[in-house]
């Protein structure tokens, strides 16, 4: 991310010492930037899961403090609403991809954080690096791994909470490998009665796939029936068909 952020005494600061409750509530977010909450604080998990289940991310990039973000609106996919488009499914059909579930979360995160075009940098820091690895060694964050002939083409990862998952990045290295993925990944959440997938803010690839915009009080709620602290759904682990 390229932004400034402004100037320290116009946003509350997280402590380093303090992690339960150190946020404060949404609905103080800046209007511009939209959604900038808070800055400061570490990326240890307690934090990252303290602040995901109040609807609350991090990004920022190596040279900044940490930036807390809930913007409004919220850009979410629910499950039932997924698109998929002729074009994908005649992919998904050709059966030329193999899809696993956190069969190689560092090396995802990692193609995740690499170099893309139209970008100078990356807000997957090698604090955001080294905070989800330890999530996915607790069993929150995981991995979606596409895979073509052996070889690793497409992925994506994120946290998952209680029946919410958390899409933090996904990269394509193949035409539709990144999208293969997010569909199974929405098969799978379905079939664990998931409410929704959060997708952040607005982007072209995932509005075509039928991420929609909901109003940020709407997102607090769902989060407050359906994602409540320390609740770890079970992913699977083997290639899915």
């Known amino acids: 991310m390229a932004r400034a952020y402004p100037r320290s005494n116009q946003l509350y600061w997280v402590k380093d010492n303090i992690i339960a409750g150190d946020f404060p509530d949404i609905s103080k977010a800046l209007k511009d930037p939209d959604g900038l909450l808070a800055i400061g604080g570490d990326l240890a998990p307690e934090r990252l899961l303290d602040a995901y289940v109040r609807g609350i991310f991090p990004w920022n990039n190596d040279v900044q403090p940490v930036l807390w973000w809930s913007p409004d609106p919220r850009w979410v996919l629910f499950p039932e609403n997924l698109k998929i488009s002729r074009s994908l499914h005649k992919t998904l059909h050709k059966g030329i991809y193999e899809i696993t579930f956190n069969k190689n979360f560092s090396r995802v995160i990692e193609m995740c954080a690499g170099p893309r075009k139209n970008s100078d940098g990356t807000w997957i820091t090698h604090g955001i690096i080294e905070g989800f690895t330890r999530l996915h060694k607790q069993g929150y964050a995981h991995s979606v791994e596409c895979w073509h002939e052996g070889k690793l083409v497409g992925g994506l990862y994120g946290i998952a909470i209680d029946r919410i998952f958390f899409g933090e990045s996904m990269f394509s290295k193949m035409n539709d490998a990144s999208k293969a993925a997010l569909v199974h990944l929405v098969r799978v959440l379905t079939n664990l009665d998931f409410k929704l997938i959060d ?43």
């Open 199 to 241: 997708c952040q803010v607005y982007s072209k690839h995932l509005d075509s796939l039928g991420a929609t915009p909901i109003p940020r009080d709407d997102f607090a709620a769902i989060l407050a029936d359906y994602c409540k602290p320390g609740i770890k759904p079970h992913l699977p682990e083997q290639p899915v068909p």
